[in-house]
Structures are given as C-alpha cells and as structure tokens.
C-alpha cells in the first residue's frame, strides 16, 4: 500500500499533532503516525494525569494538616490513591480521545503503527497487526520526542529503579522513596506521594531544588518542603544505585548509603533518535545528540522538519506545540517569527506553585543588564490570605535603562496562571509600567502582580 501526502508527522505528541492540525488549517494533505501514545507522554504520563493526582493531592494536605484552620472535624479519615490514580486516568483519556477526534475533524489521515524514514520523502510504517505501508510526502516532520535518562550503571527496571512514566503508572505506593533529582519531576512527585504517606528523601547535585529558578524561590519550597516531612539533600550527588533483596540501596559519594523500597531517578531526558531512519534520510545532529534545526525548524535536508523534545532541551509541551504551528505555516509559504525560548514560559505544580520566564535577577546582570526590581509577596495580598496560601511572592526583572520586561520569577499560589499575562507583555515590547496601570479585578491573586509591576518603578502601593 502506497500514499501521498503533502505532510507527514512522526509522533503525535503536543507537537505533532498540533503541527498536523495546523498545516490541515492551512490547506496541505496531512497523515500523522504514533506508535503508542495519542497526545504524547504529556497527556497520557505526563503533565495531564500528575496534575489530577496533585490536586488530589492538595485535598488530601488539606484533610491532614489543615482541617482545624478550616473548621472541618472529622473520624478515621482513610486516603484512598486507588481512586486518584483512576481519576487520573479518566482525566487522560478523556483528552487522548479528544486528540483523536480532532483528527477526526480536520481530515487527518491516522497511522497507528511504527514509521521509518526511507529517505528523504518516503516513510514506512508498520502497523500493530503487522501490515506495513509506504508513505510519500512532500514535507516530513518529525516529532518523536525525548525519555527519561538513566542513571549511568542502572538501567530503570520498572520495580525498583523506576522513571516518571512507571511511577504515574501505578496504583501502589511505596512505603519509602527515593528521588535523584530535585527538578520539576521530583518535587511535583514528592508532593504528590508525600501527601498519601510516602516516606520521600530528594537527592538533588546542585545547591537547591529547581536549581534553575530564582534561589530565593527555591529556598522557600524547600522550607515548604520540610513542613511536609520531605527530606531533601543538596549538593548531593549518587555515585550507584543497587537492587536489594527487599529494596534498593543508593550508595553516596561518602560511601554512606540510603535505603528505599524504590527510587524514581528524575535527572534528565534523551531524545527519541533510534531507528526512525534519520540516516537513510541524511538528518544531521547537534554535538548533544538531538535534531538540528533553523528558526523554522527545518533540518539540513530542506523538506524535513523536526519539533519538540527531539530537537530541543527546551522540553515542554507548549514550546513543541508552538514549534510545530511554526514549522507548518513555514511549509505553507507563511511568515513567521523565530521563537525566544528564553522567553517561554516554565511552570512548576509543586504546592506552592512556582512560575518563572527569561532572566532570574542573577542571570541579567550577569548578562550585563542594569536592572530594576519589583517584588510584592502573597501576604499582602487579600485573595491568598482568603484561600489560606499566603506564602510567596512575585518578583519582575526589568532594564533599568528602556524599562524592558526581562523576565519573572513566581513562587505562591496558582501562580502557573499570572504567566500570560507577564509573557504577552514582553512579546509586544510592553514595559512594567503598562502592567501597573492595566487595572486588576480586586480581589484576585493578579493584583500580586500589578504590585510588582508597580514596585520596579518604586511605586508599589500596598507593600
């Protein structure tokens, strides 16, 4: 069997399909191939199913530690993760089956099958039953994303040495765990855990957790964190991990050893590379080994593309779903503008929230800017104080000399959701001043905001 199309993807993550959709938009003929997962690992062991399982999370918290500040009064309280992990699961498949329907909708043709490039404009796939097609495509993108990486000598075996994918997998917890990496993966699943029971140690080789955040951000998860029990060990690094007879045991450069039921090891991704034929099309790499690619996301064999965590260490899902609409209106003849990925925004959905975007205040001056400050902390501000989360603050980094917004740094809560408004700022070149004087509904965790757009020019009102 044999097709032609003006576009082909490899992957239907949140930026294959995204690109699928798009280039569909805009008039080309489009079929789309996924091996496993419709809507990537994002929707279905990803960012969709932790979010379900930290709200739950953040109910249960609430339940155990907060009940009395509330006025709740209750008896032989059971905590159920059965039940959250289902949740979870209804909660992806709800949006996997949407995926499929926009498909559906948008007249794509679906490959549910392995695809290999041939060369440059044929790819062949291999369905589930054992059917095999050719695919012949004027433009290729590729969209094959990215997995955890082990831990040099410790391959994940699912059971003891496991990544994210088989800890949002399971139904079980564990009674004690260990996390390599103090990220946005490990803290989001030593909340989520540590709130149902788990024993949680992070191990993080940097000075903090989130060590690429605003230290003063980190310095107060991390005070968070030790109210909720977690223990966290910085400046730390893992010199083996070995399976036990009843466990694991992670060894330290000290040669002390800490012992688990299980440890998840969250330090890194590597990009999905292997055996989709990027030789026989002649796909060039970069030195760290994922896809290299130009402002449009080409690669240097002109037809064929390539987006997201294969091409990128910038992983997350709305920077792929924006690099796929970029390279589709690309091939369709449109303009577009090349992505500052400096400039995206990085969400966190640890409790309390972390938010950042561009410069962290030491990362600007280091960079040679003269920059203003305004800061405005949650406690000041009546909507935290009424949902009972005053801890936080907003900080702005501004240039001192043209009053450019360089970049945010959040901590507090819902704070994933005042990043828009920060990053549609600074796309369209508007400085603190105009977010100062946009007014903010009263009461709302945005006024937060207004303050420190206010405070970078010393006039914030409340603080």
């Given at each position: 069997m044999s097709e032609n199309y003006d576009l082909v993807v490899l992957g239907a993550g949140p930026g294959g399909y995204v690109a699928a959709i798009r280039a569909a938009q805009l008039g080309l003929n489009c079929a789309i191939i996924e091996k496993e997962y419709w809507g990537g690992v994002c929707l279905n062991v990803g960012c969709i199913p932790s979010k379900s399982l930290l709200k739950n999370a953040e109910v249960a918290h609430t339940l155990q530690h907060r009940a009395r500040e509330f006025g709740f009064s209750f008896d032989n309280l059971t905590l159920d993760y059965g039940k959250a992990f289902k949740r979870s699961r209804q909660v992806s498949g709800r949006l996997v089956k949407g995926v499929g329907f926009l498909m559906k909708k948008n007249g794509i043709a679906v490959y549910d099958g392995v695809g290999t490039l041939l060369d440059a404009n044929?790819?062949?796939?291999?369905?589930?039953?054992?059917?095999?097609?050719?695919?012949?495509?004027?433009?290729?993108?590729?969209?094959?994303?990215?997995?955890?990486?082990?831990?040099?000598?410790?391959?994940?075996?699912?059971?003891?040495?496991?990544?994210?994918?088989?800890?949002?997998?399971?139904?079980?917890?564990?009674?004690?765990?260990?996390?390599?990496?103090?990220?946005?993966?490990?803290?989001?699943?030593?909340?989520?855990?540590?709130?149902?029971?788990?024993?949680?140690?992070?191990?993080?080789?940097?000075?903090?957790?989130?060590?690429?955040?605003?230290?003063?951000?980190?310095?107060?998860?991390?005070?968070?964190?030790?109210?909720?029990?977690?223990?966290?060990?910085?400046?730390?690094?893992?010199?083996?991990?070995?399976?036990?007879?009843?466990?694991?045991?992670?060894?330290?450069?000290?040669?002390?050893?800490?012992?688990?039921?299980?440890?998840?090891?969250?330090?890194?991704?590597?990009?999905?590379?292997?055996?989709?034929?990027?030789?026989?099309?002649?796909?060039?790499?970069?030195?760290?080994?994922?896809?290299?690619?130009?402002?449009?996301?080409?690669?240097?064999?002109?037809n064929i593309y390539a987006i997201g965590d294969v091409a990128t260490d910038f992983r997350l899902a709305h920077i792929a779903s924006k690099m796929g609409m970029i390279a589709a209106e690309a091939m369709a003849g449109k303009e577009t503008k090349p992505i500052e990925y400096l400039m995206m925004p990085r969400a966190t959905y640890s409790v309390p929230q972390v938010a950042s975007f561009g410069y962290t205040e030491a990362a600007a001056i280091e960079a040679g800017y003269e920059v203003n400050i305004g800061s405005f902390n949650f406690q000041a501000n009546g909507k935290a104080l009424g949902l009972g989360e005053r801890d936080g603050f907003i900080k702005i980094i501004s240039d001192a000399k043209y009053g450019e917004i360089l970049g945010a740094s959040m901590i507090g809560p819902d704070v994933t959701e005042l990043l828009p408004e920060l990053t549609l700022a600074q796309n369209v070149g508007l400085t603190a001043v105009a977010i100062a004087q946009n007014v903010h509904a009263h009461p709302t965790l945005s006024e937060a905001l207004m303050e420190a757009a206010h405070a970078v020019e010393g006039q914030a009102i409340h603080a």
């Open positions: 044929r790819i062949e796939v291999v369905m589930g039953d054992g059917e095999k097609a050719i695919l012949n495509a004027t433009n290729i993108i590729i969209a094959t994303g990215a997995r955890p990486r082990p831990l040099p000598g410790a391959p994940f075996d699912g059971e003891r040495i496991i990544s994210y994918k088989d800890a949002i997998l399971s139904d079980n917890l564990p009674e004690k765990l260990i996390i390599i990496g103090g990220g946005v993966i490990g803290v989001e699943f030593a909340y989520m855990w540590a709130n149902y029971g788990v024993d949680i140690t992070i191990i993080e080789m940097m000075p903090h957790l989130l060590p690429n955040e605003d230290p003063a951000v980190s310095k107060l998860l991390e005070k968070a964190y030790k109210k909720l029990k977690v223990k966290v060990m910085t400046k730390t690094a893992v010199s083996k991990i070995t399976p036990t007879d009843d466990g694991v045991s992670v060894t330290l450069p000290d040669g002390s050893t800490l012992e688990a039921d299980k440890v998840m090891v969250a330090i890194n991704f590597q990009p999905n590379i292997e055996g989709i034929g990027l030789e026989a099309a002649g796909v060039e790499l970069t030195e760290r080994g994922n896809i290299a690619i130009d402002d449009q996301m080409r690669t240097n064999v002109p």
